[in-house]
């Protein structure tokens, strides 16, 4: 970054080079927006984005080189944004003010982009967005189903904005909620307003954060501090890489103002080190921060000032535990502890800390901006805003998406998530990550909120949301999530480690057909005791997928244990492989395939498997051409 | 309105608890637990002691502060199931037979499951079984019998201050470990053996001498003494319920039917620990050198100080412990006396402290190739020799103890006890030729684990520490470099209370057995008729007749010794990256502290480039090595024998090109 940054030194400084910025960020001069987050990057965004300005540069249009340069006013701007969400169809590139949505782009569509939306004004067809279910095509991004039913707070200006500038989130309304609140605000008045908008945890436990900074004010301390949870290890979740790669400095302003609502003067970053690119954007983030004198001492001289540190987790998951995170900053091994006392009492080094997840510190600043009222009209009474969720599975349309609180299941697997992909039918959701719950099709209209998913035995969660289809073996979906949670476990008390272990034994044994009649009775007291017993909220939560899958599937564990077989057809140790004689035309193929002789049959007769030697492996399934070969 | 907590319906006043847990042990519940240890900090892992709290749900009490007005119920369908699922789990992940089990009978594991009535076990114990590490002089180590209580990992870092275990790896395959896996032997264990005395299983168990010692009593040839330290008679005085005295005697009896050859007190030994490091504090004090002066008679303290701070090792009295002392003389005059070979002698020990045994071991106590005290038993393993022997010790008569090393006066008696070594100088220090010195300091005595007063010593003013607990050592000696604090003398003692909580005493060793045993050691000293170590007339005589002065020549030959830096870590330097090749470079990256502050991580890490950029890779065979002690040229590396100062980041490529390659043409 070659951006020279002034210093702001007061709220007028900081709204002149906000009008100025706006006004070149979001003039009528073209930009192109090329999504630079994990997923489109993986996909090739980097050439996408060099391959434009190439093209561009041999068309002759002029490339802006800095975003507030006057003699470049009507340049075209081309650069990296953070996630738009979108990622199952990146990379995806951007053509602002009309806002234009290309997907799948690779760097040999740019000079079409050039030619023909940025010369010649109109779309290339082949690069819209194109519904699987309709088949219709949008050019705008606001009219693209998946979008058209989210609405944005967290992750407002993600995809839009240069990550990388800070002028850019400045121009956004960036750090004024900051320079408002220095402003003569009393650090009583920002808990009231956080309190009064209803704002709770993102991170899973959905505490109110206005009482935790609330307690945390009171406590008595010279010294406090702020961290910030992004130590995201769910399965499949990246909501909060995304807000820290496509809008670091929102996240730096809630901690800004968390610090001053709870007097502390040091907040603390803790992020998994497997998220490289969020780091680097945090890290440059707080460097420009800094430079502008809107982080670190003094900040627009106001007196209040306050430092933030990065720390990388080793990607243990139970360093989302909020003990476990700050022993792990301490240089401890990343194990909870019990509670109380609680971290507002003696956190960090003792320390009155305000532990506060990524997403719910990117709402702060919004909120404090636009108040609380404005906050409560989306979601729930109870649940207010919006929640950000990483939708996947085998549905149509996979990414990050954000909905106000209490949409219900319905609306968002089938409005915002498309339907099943690949025409099979809805069986099941898993919410919350490895220790939330499964919901089924009884629940679509169950509003996604807090309270009503924790009355069904799931929750919120990080907000992982995995779509499974009827070819899902609810048995194989509690053991996958065991495993994980029981290799996850810190092993510190005996409950979890040695309990989620021996649930996974027992889904192992069931799953491979081994399973007895006594396991399910062992497996549920196991699943109970875990979760009555243990010391932390992994141990707590672990046991969930058993617990859920058990009440709502009971009836397929008892088909593995009791009928020896799997209703899904997932589980190999249930699979027969059956050719069906009227389709067989005796080509033999499937014989000459098969590597254990199982298959007889004479020429041009129907063949049979013989399922005593059959290995399961599918070879004569894979071969067929006739489909004869079926699973039972 | 007094404050109070409902326990089960019955109401239990609160006065100063510091968790629930002992407000339901002080409401008469026993509730079974196996991380709670009240001089550790509060762990939470094992679920034993959960309760169902009245608007809170299921909580561990252990975790739990008192608050007025709590209702609690402890026995719940919720809670047993708990306790006995987590114990269920436990036993499955245990592999042990318990009648051949070291700690059978004084198991936990065993003892709760017992009370708790679980009968059933549904799991099958699958793990692979794990090496027991027996490297230790002192400690055996079965994590295969270990169920992560934590217990000792917190005692070795809470109250000992060296954190030697620590947990490695995650979820069902956690387990206590140390550094890198290293073998105990080869880690900073001071052998204090407090990490067994909290052991709830067999996890950590003393490294038993009882065969070694049955082998040398049985063998004809031998003449087999031993010698009874202090501390050891209270522990005795427990299992039979009589004084020091008594035990002592009665102990002297039971040894030689036994058929031990002769039974010696090393109190004796301890009096003339007292005169030569007296001595030696009364002069360093008149030349004003190397104060304060630290007691060296505790051999866990002694490795603590080489390890941790060896820039305090001239400060150490040069004085052997009592132990070896009486080792040396010993074995030097015995054999005359008794009339056999010295290599026909064996001496046993008879110790409350794991460490002894690592301190019998020191090269330093070895005197032209023989040990000066050939075994180290604990008092847990002569308990155990007794009841092998089927001596019945309420029944026997009491006898003496044998002449000249079995006369002690009381300051010899005390050294068991926290302050007793510091109380025995100052006893001979304050008397003048004419006697009549000061015979009790309570500044001194008592359970607190730091004591610091001053005492006048012919018109001047000594300043005095008393420590017990290695951490609390650690936190004065800490003091000291400071210039926050000055002393004069300071006594140190690994164990909490003295030998009299040396991890070799029987169970329970907690702080009221070790208060106990205080009390005793103290009784035992005001029943002798001599209570100044100076007094000893047997000691009187062993410097007439083979001594000498004390502090001279052959005091000095016979009972002081010398200590090592024990800072620098060996062992095998670590392979990087491994080469097979005939004609290959060997360098060795040093990467201990100074070198590593310079760069010398980086240095590797370019060297390993570099080696690849110029397809060496498989030829350079790199290693890091701990310290080269060249601390001052670092970033060290060494290659074929010869150090190379000075290879930072930047260097080494040249390093390659002028020193590696060349070499590596050279043997192609």
Known sequence: MTTNLTQILSKADLEALKTRAHAALDSDALRVVVCGGTGCSSNGSAEVLIALRQAIAAAGLAIKVDLLDESQMDALSVDFSGCSGFCEVGPIVRILPENIFYVQVKAKDAKDIVERTLIAGQAVDRLLYQDKNTGERYIHRDEIPFYVNQVNIALTDCGLIDPADIRHYIAHNGYEALAQTLEGKTPEDVVQVITDAGLRGRGGGGFPTGRKWGITLKVPGEKKYVICNADEGDPGAFMDRSVLEGNPHAVIEGMILAGFAIGADEGYVYVRAEYPLAVQRMRLAIRQAEQSNLLGDNILNSGFGFHIKIKEGAGAFVCGEETALIASIEGQRGMPRPKPPFPAQSGLWGKPTCVNNVETLANVPRIILRGSEWFRQYGTEKSAGTKVFALTGDVVNTGLIEVPMGTTLGDVVFKVGGGIRGGGEFKTVQIGGPSGGCLTKDHLDLPLDYDSLRSVGAMVGSGGLVVMDDETCMVEVARYFMNFTQSESCGKCVICREGTKRMLEILEKITSGQGVPEDLETLEELAETVRDGSLCGLGKTAPNPVLSTLKYFRHEYEAHVWDKKCPAKQCANFKTYWIDPARCKGCRMCAKQCPVEAITGNLKEPHVIDAEKCIKCGACMDVCRLKAVELQ | ?668
């Open chain 2, 1 to 668: 309105m007094s404050k109070s907590i409902t326990v089960d319906g019955i109401q239990v006043e609160l006065n100063g608890e510091r968790n629930l847990l002992e407000v339901v042990r002080k409401a008469g519940i026993q509730l079974p637990t196996f991380c709670y240890h009240s001089e550790l900090s509060v762990y939470g892992a094992c679920r034993m002691c959960v309760c169902e709290i009245e608007g809170r749900g299921l909580q561990a009490t252990c975790s739990t502060p008192p608050e007025d007005g709590l209702v609690i119920h402890t026995n719940t369908k919720k809670t047993m199931r708990i306790r006995k699922m987590a114990l269920e789990l436990l036993l499955a992940a245990h592999h042990g037979k318990c009648p051949t089990c070291d700690k059978n009978g004084a198991c936990r594991l065993q003892e709760i499951a017992e009370q708790l009535d679980v009968k059933l076990v549904r799991f099958q114990n699958n793990v692979d079984l794990i090496p027991v590490d027996s490297s230790s002089p002192s400690i055996v180590r079965d994590p295969n019998k270990c169920i992560l209580c934590g217990d000792c990992v917190r005692m070795c870092r809470e109250v000992q201050g060296v954190g030697v275990l620590d947990f490695i790896r995650r979820g069902s395959n956690v387990r206590v470990g140390t550094a890198f896996n290293k073998p105990m032997a080869d880690v900073e264990c001071v052998y204090c053996g407090q990490c067994v005395t909290c052991c709830p299983t067999g996890a950590l168990t003393v490294k038993s001498d009882v065969n070694r010692a049955w082998e040398a009593v049985y063998d004809t040839t031998k003449t087999v003494v031993v010698q009874v330290a202090p501390a050891v008679r209270t522990a005795v005085c427990e299992s039979i319920g009589c004084d020091g005295e008594m035990a002592m005697g009665k102990l002297a009896a039971a040894l030689r039917r036994m058929g031990f050859d002769r039974v010696y007190d090393t109190s004796f030994a301890a009096d003339l620990t007292t005169v030569e490091e007296g001595t030696e504090f009364l002069k360093r004090l008149e030349t004003g050198e190397k104060l304060p002066q630290f007691t060296s008679c505790c051999p866990g303290w002694v490795k603590f100080a080489e390890q941790f701070y060896p820039g305090f090792i001239e400060n150490l009295s040069s004085c052997k412990s009592p132990q070896q002392m009486f080792g040396s003389l010993a074995k030097k005059h015995l054999p005359e006396i008794l009339g056999v070979k010295r290599e026909d002698l064996v001496i046993v020990s008879i110790m409350p402290c794991t460490a002894k045994k690592f301190e019998a071991s020191r090269p330093e106590m070895v005197t032209d190739g023989m040990p000066d005290v050939d075994m180290v038993l604990t008092t847990q393993e002569v308990i155990q020799m007794i009841r092998q022997s089927g001596v019945v010790m309420k029944e026997i008569e009491p006898e003496a103890l044998d002449m000249p090393f079995g006369f002690k006066t009381g300051a010899g008696v005390i050294f068991g006890a926290s302050g007793g070594v510091a109380e025995a100088v100052l006893r001979l220090a304050t008397t003048s030729e004419a006697g009549g010195g000061v015979m009790k300091f309570n500044a001194v005595r008592g359970m607190a684990g730091t004591k610091e007063t001053s005492v006048d010593i012919n018109g001047r003013t000594v300043r005095l520490a008393v420590v017990n607990g290695l951490a609390n050592a650690k936190a004065l000696v800490e003091r000291i470099k400071s210039g926050e604090a000055e002393f004069d003398i300071v006594e140190v003692m690994a164990c909490r209370g003295g030998c009299i909580g040396g991890a070799g005493q029987p169970l329970p060793n907690d702080m009221p057995a070790r208060e106990r045993r205080r009390g005793m050691m103290y009784d035992c000293d005001s029943m002798q008729v001599v209570r100044n170590a100076g007094d000893n007339p047997y000691i009187k005589e062993a410097y007439a007749n083979w001594l000498g002065e004390p502090n001279g020549h052959e005091a000095h030959e016979l009972l002081h010794t010398q200590y090592q830096n024990r800072r620098r870590i060996v062992g095998e330097p670590i392979e990087v990256r491994p080469s097979t090749a005939v004609d290959k470079a060997v360098v060795r990256v040093c990467l201990g502290t100074c070198c590593y502050l310079n760069g010398a991580y980086d240095t590797m890490h370019n060297l390993l480039e570099i080696a690849d950029k110029k397809g060496l890779g498989d030829r350079i065979e790199v290693k890091a090595s701990f310290c080269f002690e060249n601390c001052q040229g670092g970033p060290s590396v060494e290659m074929d024998g010869v150090l190379h100062s000075k290879v930072t980041p930047d260097t080494v490529a040249q390093f390659v090109e002028q020193v590696v390659e060349p070499h590596l043409k050279q043997k192609a």
